[in-house]
């Protein structure tokens, strides 16, 4: 990963993305009333957050790719085995329209930014204990670049993707649930 400043340069050039269709989602318990609260990210940072800094939203692509997320699922081969986890609530998200996305799953734009999938996918916890991981990293420079998210590959899943959202650059206007179980 490029250093700060380089990527904050970087992200300038960056081509944006825009998104409409549908995501998933997967909240504990805590969250079924508010399946879109940002507030979880306040209290535990993740692969693209530090805790405290900024507040994000995960989705993913499918609800398929939400279930590995949480290592609700793995795939063996041709088949998909469910796996027990604490209960869970699944939740389907129109995004309307989600405009000014950097795009993580393209391997040019993860070159222009000097990252790879390995960085991106790989264990980003270990660094985080001597300050942000790379991809932490990138969530900083990216908000503080004005994007109003990414789409980057799933860790889970490296053929499909995730997005992730800066919570005070989106609205009701850009995020509606659709279904939710």
Not at 162 to 167: A, D, E, H, I
Request: aromatic content about 10%; glycine content about 8%; overall charge neutral.
């Amino acid at each position: 990963m490029l250093a700060d400043a380089q990527l904050g340069a970087s992200l300038s050039q960056a081509p944006r993305l825009s998104y409409a269709g549908f995501a998933a989602r997967i909240v504990p318990p805590t969250y079924y009333r508010t399946p879109l609260s940002c507030e979880g990210s306040g209290k535990k940072s993740g692969r693209y957050h530090v805790r405290g800094t900024v507040e994000v939203l995960y989705l993913a692509d499918t609800l398929f790719t939400a279930l590995y997320e949480i290592g609700g699922a793995i795939d063996v081969g041709e088949r998909i085995f469910d796996v027990p986890i604490t209960p869970r609530h699944l939740v389907s998200v129109v995004c309307r329209r989600l405009e000014n996305l950097v795009d993580l799953t393209a391997p040019d734009l993860q070159a222009l930014f000097g990252t790879s999938l390995q960085e991106l996918t790989g264990a980003w916890a270990p660094y985080a204990d001597r300050g942000p991981a790379p991809t932490q990293r990138f969530g900083l420079a990216a908000y503080h670049s004005g994007v109003a998210g990414m789409r980057v590959p799933s860790a889970a899943r490296t053929s499909a993707s995730n997005y992730v959202l800066f919570c005070e650059r989106f609205n009701e206007d850009n995020l509606r649930v659709f279904e939710s179980t």
